[in-house]
C-alpha cells in the first residue's frame, strides 16, 4: 500500500491501512456546511477551511482525517445570512445529529479511541456536542474533542490581525465571509476565490437578540458581514498556522497518542 | 465570476452563479458511501464513482452537482462486508433518509426542479426512495430520477465485457470490489488503486437469504467479492461512457431542461 | 391444549402452548402487504402467500407462526402501481422498520432464537435488514432469516414455468399479479381470485431507473404488470412445493433445531 | 366481482370494488393485540373479538373492515400480565401512534370519510387518540370514532350478566380473560377456546395505583384475572348483539352514510 | 443549608442538601397541564392541585417534590375542551413522554430509587407508563408508582360528598372544573379561583364513544363540565387529607423508605 | 375576574382572560433549567432568574408570561457542571427542542403573535432556535424573540460591576454561579440563597475546546465557577433593571404591541 502512504486522508486508504493506523492515531473530523459566504467565497468555505485545517493538523500529530460532515447544521439569518440566499442546503438539528453521531460511534467501532471535531460553521457546535452526549448515553466508548477553530486562534494573533483595521474585531458572528475567512480561503484555495467580487459589507442591523423569521434589514444583502477588502493570503498563513499549532497542542495534551 | 466558470460543482461556486443556474439545469446528487473495497481500492470508492459520473453527465447536460452524501446506507455483510471491516462507516436508515431528504427539500426551495439522485452504493437505493416520499408526502415539489449506474449500464457493454471472463457475470451483489468497479477506479483514479493488492477472491458461501449476524462463510476474507484481476482502465472507460450516454438519454427524455 | 395441538399459528395458541414451543422451534414472520393486485386478486395478496408458505413451511420443520406483519412498506408505483390505485395501504419506512423491530424483539424476549422473516412484498426487504440491524444493535440476541420466496425458487422450476410462455421471464419486477403470483393465489386461496378479470397488462414505459413522482405511463392501468392468463393452480402448487422444500433446506443448514 | 361480492372484508376484495364502495361506507379497525388472555384462550383473543365485532357491525351498516392492527400497544401487567407470560408481543407507543397513523392517513387518501376504530384491547386507546390528532394535525381529512366495545355495551345488559354471579362486575380491568372475553370467544371463535382450561383466578393485590416493575402479587398466576367458568356461548351471543346495536346505532348517529 | 432545611422542593434545594436527601427519600413528581378549567379556575388547576398534593405527601413522608411536569398531554375535548379553548396549551404524546422520560432517568441517575408520579390531568397517565417503560426498556434502575389522586380517593369520601347532590356522581370525566376541583383550588389556593364565574354546566352530549374532529355539542360552552356551584374549600380540604392518607400508606407499603 | 386583573401571569388566569388579552399583548416564555449553581444556590437559579425578568417585563409592556420551560437543555460540565453534580436534570436535545415547539405552535394556535423567549440557561439557546424553525418550517404563523438576558446587559453596567473585582470580567461561560447570577438571585429570591456557602471558586483548567467526556480538573468542585463572595442584592437590582429596559425597548422596536 504504498501508493497511500503519504495521505492523511480515510478516503483514500483501503481498509487495511486504515485498520493498522485508526488505534493508535487521533482522528479528525472536518464539520463543514454548505453556506452562502458572500459573492466571492464558493458554498463550500467552511468546509474547505475544516478539511485544510485538519489535513494539517493530522499531519503534524500522524492523525487521520475522516470524510467531512460536508452539511452543516441550519445557516442562521444574522450570522451566515439563511435561507435568504440560494445556494444554502440546511441540515436540520435531529439530522445533523444523527448523522455526526453515527459517523463518530461508527469511528469508535472501528477502533478510534481519540477523535477531534473540527467544526468550520458556527451553528454546528450544540449539536455536535449533543451528537456526542447521545453515544456517551448509550454506552459508547472513546474521548472527543470539539474544536472551532476560531476558539483556538491565540488572541495575540488576532489582535495583530485586527490592530490596523479600523473598527477593529467585530466578534465572529460578524466574521462570515469576513478578513479570516476569505484570508483562509486565499491561502487553501485561491482557485476559489472571486477576487474581483471582494467588497465591504455589514447588515444595517445588528441587535443582541435573534428574530424569527429574521428581518431582511439584520442580514447584509451580499451575504458578506464584514470587511473582507482587508483578507490577504498572508492573513490567512498567519491564522492557518496558529490555529494548527494550538490544536497539536491540544491533542498532545489531552491524548495519549504517539507523533 | 469567470473563475468559476467551467465548473459544474456546486461546491466550488458562490451563491450568485448557483442561483443563475439551479433553476434551468437538472441537478445531479452523488450517493456514495464509506465502505471496504477490497485491499486494492479506496473506501470511497462508492463516493468516487458516483461523483465522477455526475461530473461527466453534468458536462453534457449543462447540470449542477451537489455536494455529494459521502457516508452511506449500512454495508451489508453478503455484498459489502458490512462492519466485519475497519474503515467501513454504517449510517441507520433513520438518519440516512432525513439526510437525504432535508438535501432534496434545500435544493427545491433554492429552486432545483430537476434532481438526479446517482447512487454508488446499492444499499442506498430504498432510503433515497423514501426520502423522495417522505419530502413528497408534505407537498414538496421537484421531480426526481434515482438512476443507479448498474442499472443504466446496457447489456451489450455487460455482456461485452464479461464474455472472456471464465464464469461470466455473477450479478450485481458479487461484483462488490470486482471487475467493473475496480475498472472504474483505475479510470477515474488510478493514484487511489493499489494494483499490487488486487486478488480474485470470494466468499465460500452466497445463499439466496440474508443471515443477521452473518455467519463468516458468507463474507470475502480480502473484501473482494469477485474477480477484480479481470479489471482494466479501458473497461473503466468503457462503462463511464455507456451509463454516462444513458443518463444523458434519461435526462434528456424525462425532463425539461435544455443542453 | 390438545384442541391446538395440530396448529402451528401462534394466532391460535394459549400461552402455555407457545412457552413450550418457542424456545425449539424456528419461527416465521410473514411480511405481507396490502397493495393492489390487479382486478383479479385481493388487496392482501402479498400477505396470503406469506402466510401461506411460512404455515407450510412451519408444518415441515416444527416451527411456528408469528401473526403476520399484515400491512407493508410503500408501494413503489413501478413495480406494484403505488398510491394510484384505491386500496393499496402503505406504510412510511419509519414506522415499518419500527414495527418489525418491536415484534422481533418480543419474540427474542420470549424466547424465541432463530427467527425467519418471509416477505411477500418486495419492498419490505430493506426495511426489515434495518429492523434486524436495530435490534442487534441494541445487543439483540436471536438469529433472523430473510428469505424472499421468489429469491428462493429454485432456476430449474422458474424456467420450466416460463419456457412455454411468449416473452419468457420478464424479471421480479414486473411479475406482479402476473403468472406466479395468480397462480400461488389459484393454489392457495382460489375463492379470493376472481377469475373472469385475468388480463395480461404491462406498463407502456419500464425505463431503468425511477422517477418520482411517477408518470402515469410507467404504471399498468390495470395494475397488472404481466400476463396473467398464464396462470394455473397447477403452477401455484410447483412454486410453493419448490420454495418450502428450499425453505426447509435454509432452516435445517442455519439452525440448531430438530425435525 | 361476484365472487367478492358478499364480503364486507377489504382483504378479500380487489381495488376496483375498494374503489366503488370507500366513499360511501364507514369503514371499521378492528385495533386487537398478541398479548395472553390465560391458559383457555389464544393469544390473538382482543383481535379477534375486534374482528369478529367489526365484520358483523359493518354488514349492519353496508361498511367495510380493513385489515386489523393486529399487534397493540403494550400489555399492562395489572390489567393484562404484561411481559410476565411468553406470547405476548408489545409495541412501543410511538410504533403504535405511527403505525396507527399511517393506516389511518392512507384510508383517508383512498376516499374514506368515516372511520370506526374498534379496539379490542384497552391499552390501545390513547395512542389511537393520538394516532388520530397526528393525522389531524398535519391538515388530514376524515371524521374518526374511536369506539371501545366494553363502553358501548349498555347498563341492562353488563347487569343481567353480573346479577347472579358472586361478587359482581369487578370493573374491566379484571375482566381479563373473564366472564365476558370468555363468553365471546365462545360464541365468535369455540374452536379456539380450550374449555378444559378455564379457571377462575385473579391477582393477590389490586391496588389503585400502578407500580412499575410490577410486583408478581399484582398479577394473576394464570393470566386469567376474574371467574372465567361463569362464561357461556350464550352471555357471548347476548354481549355481541347488544355491542353490534349500539355501534350500528352510533353510526346511524354521527356519520352520513346510508344504510 | 439551614434556610432550606424545612422545604421538601427540589427547586429550593442547592445541590449538597438533594445529593444528601434523594437516596433515602421517595421523589414526588407532579405531572400537572395547562388547559382550561372553566371561567372561574386558573388553566393551572391540574398543575396546583398535583403540586399541592406532592408537597403535601412529601411532608407527610419525608419526601422530595421534584419540578412539576407542569405541561400535560393533549387535552382532550370530550372531557376537558381540547383545544377550543384559548389557554389550553397541548403537548404531543411523543413530546411529553420524552419529557417525562429524560425527567425520570435523570432523577434515578441523580440516586433517586422510589418515585411517585402524580398526575393531576387524566390524560397524561398512558404516556407516563410509556415514559417508565422506556426508560426500564434501557435497563435503567428505579422503582415507579403512577398515582392518579382520583384512583386514590377512597370510596366513603367520594360517597359522602355527593350524597346529597342532584345526579349524584357523574363519573370522573364529568369532574372536569366540577365539585371536586373547585374544591381543591378554594381549599388551597383561593386567590386563583373566581367565586363570582362559577356555574353549573354540562355538554349537552356525552356519548360512550369519542369523535374527532368533536362536534361542538360533545363540549361544555363554558369549559366546566359538571355542578361547581357545590364546592367548598371544606370538601377541598376532606379530598386532600383522603387523598393524602391514602398516598402515605402507598408510600409505606411498597417503598422501603423510612418516614 | 376582577382577582386575577393584576396578574401577569398565564397560569393565575381562566380562560377568558387569556382569551381577551393574548392577541394583543406580547407572550415572554422563560426558558430555564434545573442545573446546580454552587452549595449556596438553589437548582431553579436559571429558572427563577428567567420568570422574573419575563414578569417584570411583562408589567412595562402589558404583555402575558407563559408557563416556564423550567426543566433545560443538558448543563454543560465546562460551564455549569452537567452530570457530575446532584439535582441537575438534563434533557435531551431532541426533547427540549419538542417541548419548546409544541409549546410555542399551541401559543400562536391561541392566538400569540409576538413570543418573546426568554431564557435563563445559556445551553437552551441552539435548540430554542431549532424549535422555532421547526415551527415555522411547518407553515406556522407568529414571530419570535429569543433574548438570552446576559446579551442584553448593556456594556456599561457590566463594565460598572466589575471595574472593581480584580481579574474582572471573565466571560458569561464563567459567570456560572458567580457574581451576576447570585446577584440576580440575592435581588428577586434573597430566601432562596445560603449566604454562607459563598464561596469564590473556579475550574482548574478552562481550555478553548470541549472535551466529552470531560475530566474532573475542568469543572469547578464547588459547581460555583466564579468570585460569588462579589455579589450583592444592588448589584442584582441594577441587572435587572438594565436588562428589563432593554427587553422592553426590543419589544417596542420590533413588535406591532402598545403599552
Given at each position: 500500500?504504498?501508493?497511500?502512504?503519504?495521505?492523511?486522508?480515510?478516503?483514500?486508504?483501503?481498509?487495511?491501512?486504515?485498520?493498522?493506523?485508526?488505534?493508535?492515531?487521533?482522528?479528525?473530523?472536518?464539520?463543514?456546511?454548505?453556506?452562502?459566504?458572500?459573492?466571492h467565497l464558493p458554498v463550500s468555505t467552511d468546509l474547505v477551511i475544516a478539511e485544510e485545517l485538519s489535513i494539517e493538523v493530522a499531519r503534524h500529530t500522524d492523525g487521520l482525517v475522516a470524510p467531512p460532515l460536508n452539511y452543516g447544521y441550519r445557516s442562521q439569518p444574522q450570522s451566515g445570512g439563511g435561507q435568504s440566499f440560494t445556494g444554502t442546503i440546511n441540515l436540520r438539528g435531529e439530522t445533523y445529529q444523527n448523522l455526526a453521531k453515527d459517523v463518530l460511534s461508527e469511528l469508535v467501532a472501528d477502533g478510534a479511541e481519540h477523535i477531534v471535531i473540527i467544526p468550520g460553521h458556527g451553528e454546528n457546535e450544540f449539536f455536535l456536542r449533543e451528537a456526542v452526549d447521545l453515544h456517551l448515553d448509550e454506552g459508547g466508548e472513546g474521548t472527543f474533542m470539539i474544536a472551532?477553530?476560531?476558539?483556538?486562534?491565540?488572541?495575540?494573533?488576532?489582535?495583530?490581525?485586527?490592530?490596523?483595521?479600523?473598527?477593529?474585531?467585530?466578534?465572529?458572528?460578524?466574521?462570515?465571509?469576513?478578513?479570516?475567512?476569505?484570508?483562509?480561503?486565499?491561502?487553501?484555495?485561491?482557485?476559489?476565490?472571486d477576487n474581483g467580487e471582494i467588497i465591504d459589507d455589514e447588515a444595517p442591523r445588528a441587535p443582541p437578540y435573534v428574530l424569527k423569521p429574521t428581518p431582511?434589514?439584520?442580514?447584509?444583502?451580499?451575504?458578506?458581514?464584514?470587511?473582507?477588502?482587508?483578507?490577504?493570503?498572508?492573513?490567512?498563513?498567519?491564522?492557518?498556522?496558529?490555529?494548527?499549532?494550538?490544536?497539536?497542542?491540544a491533542v498532545r495534551t489531552e491524548f495519549d497518542v504517539n507523533f
Open positions: 500500500m504504498s501508493g497511500q502512504s503519504n495521505s492523511v486522508q480515510f478516503e483514500e486508504m483501503a481498509w487495511p491501512e486504515i485498520k493498522n493506523r485508526i488505534g493508535s492515531s487521533a482522528v479528525f473530523v472536518p464539520a463543514g456546511s454548505i453556506e452562502q459566504h458572500g459573492p472551532n477553530w476560531w476558539d483556538l486562534l491565540s488572541e495575540p494573533t488576532l489582535e495583530s490581525i485586527y490592530q490596523d483595521i479600523p473598527g477593529g474585531f467585530p466578534g465572529w458572528n460578524a466574521e462570515h465571509a469576513g478578513i479570516i475567512e476569505t484570508s483562509l480561503m486565499q491561502h487553501f484555495s485561491p482557485e476559489m476565490v431582511s434589514d439584520f442580514i447584509a444583502d451580499s451575504g458578506t458581514y464584514y470587511k473582507a477588502t482587508f483578507a490577504t493570503p498572508e492573513i490567512g498563513r498567519r491564522v492557518s498556522e496558529d490555529v494548527v499549532d494550538q490544536l497539536t497542542d
